[in-house]
């Protein structure tokens, strides 16, 4: 077996030999940086090189070399006829017959179900997207920008007007960060380029962000939630340490970055204070320059050229500048609090290679549903069925509930709904147990 998939010096499979039929164990073992194989529908490709071209990133199709990848290619490409035409030059071959379509001893009931519930909420149109919201949920984006202006503009610049008007402005830019979303993950048009388009000048004229830059890291959250050294979101740069496993790791190696027995402290410090106007500031504008982006470096530079035309003739450029960083510290906190309380107190730990539905519902829980939880989470209070199909629209996932409910309960899988308050201190919750499992492991093992 594997006789027809061998490989020329580039790496990429020979166009002039038959293709080949493998094991799940010789795909296995192609699975480092420079030998990438993956399986879609049994059918086995060669990526080491088309990796690097990816349009996704390299990281977000490595970490499914010498794994089944059929799932996550679902989940991410609404357009596969379109896909498929990239993929067809990287055919090498198919499984054996005598191999299972999954790999790993992954359940394949859990499989087939979750693939035909998907297939009946699209037939359906349950996650279809309503143009009405999106252009309802910009224009009061646009609408608060507006106002926010407007009003330093004709009653002046008092700390009650100028702490108004940053309080309007974050609230903007809280809101286009949850838009942007949706056109990221190309959810609102049928047409991939539309989508592209308003996810640039969202997440660049309105935010001063990278599209490139949100795709390639959140894609990869998507992939492997809350998987170490898969999910940049759980990447923590040694300050904090999450989850049962890696703090007890920590202990026992002694390694002591920080007082992990503190973590549930500091992180009302260094974390939602911190991210956006500091990390995610310096690596958003390292990645574009790095990388030489130079479309999403124009649009995010649109965004500063508006924003200090409009408000140097106010505050002068030192009173601008303080505005500014104000408006993203108040962004931070609302989007650290939001975007961790469905992931953090959720099961964080090295790759298990678990089927779709399993990883997903261990990595993730949701928010109950209220009209005021969904404006001020974007609809990420449904973050089960988002993480599910990725590329449905979120304000359209709440009558997808019932169903993948039905389907967890079936196979015994955990739903988890949380309110919004519990969400919100499970947070530090679990910073806490893991601060104490790291101690204990660091003073006694």
Same mark, same amino acid.
């Given at each position: 077996?594997?006789?027809?998939? /061998?490989? $020329?010096?580039?790496?990429?499979?020979?166009?002039?030999?038959?293709?080949?039929?493998?094991?799940?164990?010789?795909?296995?073992?192609?699975?480092?940086?420079?030998?990438?194989?993956?399986?879609?529908?049994?059918?086995?490709?060669?990526?080491?090189?088309?990796?690097?071209?990816?349009?996704?990133?390299?990281?977000?199709?490595?970490?499914?070399?010498?794994?089944?990848?059929?799932?996550?290619?679902?989940?991410?490409?609404?357009?596969?006829?379109?896909?498929?035409?990239?993929?067809?030059?990287?055919?090498?071959?198919?499984?054996?017959?005598?191999?299972?379509?999954?790999?790993?001893?992954?359940?394949?009931?859990?499989?087939?179900?979750?693939?035909?519930?998907?297939?009946?909420?699209?037939?359906?149109?349950?996650?279809?997207?309503?143009?009405?919201?999106?252009?309802?949920?910009?224009?009061?984006?646009?609408?608060?920008?507006?106002?926010?202006?407007?009003?330093?503009?004709?009653?002046?610049?008092?700390?009650?007007?100028?702490?108004?008007?940053?309080?309007?402005?974050?609230?903007?830019?809280?809101?286009?960060?949850?838009?942007?979303?949706?056109?990221?993950?190309?959810?609102?048009?049928? $047409?991939?380029?539309?989508?592209?388009?308003?996810?640039?000048?969202?997440?660049?004229?309105?935010?001063?962000?990278?599209?490139?830059?949100?795709?390639?890291?959140?894609?990869?959250?998507?992939?492997?939630?809350? *998987?170490?050294?898969?999910? @940049?979101?759980?990447?923590?740069?040694?300050?904090? *340490?999450?989850?049962? $496993?890696?703090?007890?790791?920590?202990? %026992?190696?002694?390694?002591?970055?920080?007082?992990?027995?503190?973590?549930?402290?500091?992180?009302?410090? *260094?974390? @939602?204070?911190?991210?956006?106007? *500091?990390?995610?500031?310096?690596?958003?504008?390292?990645?574009?320059?790095?990388?030489?982006?130079?479309?999403?470096?124009?649009?995010?530079?649109?965004?500063?050229?508006?924003?200090?035309?409009?408000?140097? @003739?106010?505050?002068?450029?030192?009173?601008?500048?303080?505005?500014?960083?104000?408006?993203?510290?108040? +962004?931070?906190?609302?989007?650290?609090?939001?975007?961790?309380?469905?992931?953090?107190?959720?099961? %964080?730990?090295?790759?298990?290679?678990?089927?779709?539905?399993?990883?997903?519902? /261990?990595?993730?829980?949701?928010?109950?549903?209220?009209?005021?939880?969904?404006?001020?989470?974007?609809?990420?209070?449904?973050? %089960?069925?988002?993480?599910?199909?990725?590329?449905?629209?979120?304000?359209?996932? @709440?009558?997808?509930?019932?169903?993948?409910?039905?389907?967890?309960?079936?196979?015994?899988?955990?739903?988890?709904?949380? $309110?919004?308050?519990?969400?919100?201190?499970?947070?530090?919750?679990?910073?806490?147990?893991?601060? +104490?499992?790291?101690?204990?492991?660091?003073?006694?093992?």
């Amino acid at each position: 077996m594997g006789g027809g998939g /061998q490989l $020329t010096g580039s790496g990429e499979p020979s166009s002039s030999r038959s293709k080949g039929v493998y094991t799940w164990e010789e795909v296995q073992g192609h699975c480092s940086r420079s030998d990438q194989w993956l399986v879609i529908d049994r059918k086995v490709y060669n990526i080491t090189q088309w990796a690097k071209r990816h349009p996704g990133g390299f990281r977000v199709i490595s970490h499914y070399a010498g794994e089944d990848a059929t799932e996550a290619f679902t989940a991410f490409h609404p357009d596969q006829k379109f896909v498929h035409k990239f993929l067809k030059p990287l055919l090498i071959g198919e499984l054996a017959a005598t191999e299972p379509s999954q790999d790993r001893d992954k359940n394949a009931a859990i499989i087939q179900d979750f693939k035909t519930l998907r297939a009946q909420v699209e037939k359906d149109g349950l996650f279809r997207a309503r143009p009405l919201f999106f252009c309802l949920h910009l224009g009061h984006i646009l609408l608060l920008e507006a106002l926010a202006w407007l009003m330093i503009w004709m009653w002046g610049t008092s700390w009650i007007l100028t702490l108004l008007c940053a309080v309007m402005l974050a609230t903007a830019q809280s809101q286009a960060g949850w838009l942007q979303h949706d056109f990221g993950h190309l959810s609102v048009f049928k $047409t991939s380029c539309w989508n592209h388009l308003l996810h640039k000048f969202i997440i660049g004229h309105l935010k001063g962000a990278s599209g490139n830059w949100w795709n390639h890291r959140h894609f990869q959250h998507h992939a492997k939630p809350n *998987v170490f050294s898969k999910d @940049p979101d759980v990447n923590m740069l040694h300050v904090f *340490v999450l989850g049962t $496993t890696q703090p007890v790791e920590y202990g %026992i190696k002694k390694i002591k970055h920080m007082p992990y027995h503190r973590q549930h402290q500091y992180f009302f410090l *260094v974390g @939602p204070p911190l991210l956006i106007p *500091v990390y995610f500031h310096i690596q958003i504008m390292h990645t574009m320059i790095s990388r030489h982006d130079w479309v999403d470096l124009a649009w995010s530079m649109s965004y500063y050229l508006r924003y200090f035309s409009c408000y140097i @003739p106010l505050y002068g450029l030192f009173g601008s500048l303080v505005l500014i960083s104000f408006v993203r510290f108040l +962004e931070s906190h609302w989007f650290v609090w939001i975007t961790q309380m469905n992931h953090l107190p959720m099961d %964080i730990d090295h790759e298990k290679h678990q089927d779709w539905l399993t990883m997903q519902l /261990q990595a993730t829980c949701n928010i109950e549903q209220s009209f005021f939880n969904d404006w001020f989470s974007g609809h990420l209070n449904f973050q %089960i069925e988002h993480q599910f199909v990725s590329h449905n629209a979120t304000s359209q996932l @709440p009558p997808g509930g019932p169903l993948v409910r039905k389907l967890c309960e079936k196979h015994g899988i955990p739903y988890e709904m949380k $309110t919004l308050w519990r969400g919100l201190t499970d947070v530090i919750r679990s910073l806490k147990t893991s601060g +104490e499992l790291w101690l204990d492991a660091y003073l006694h093992k």
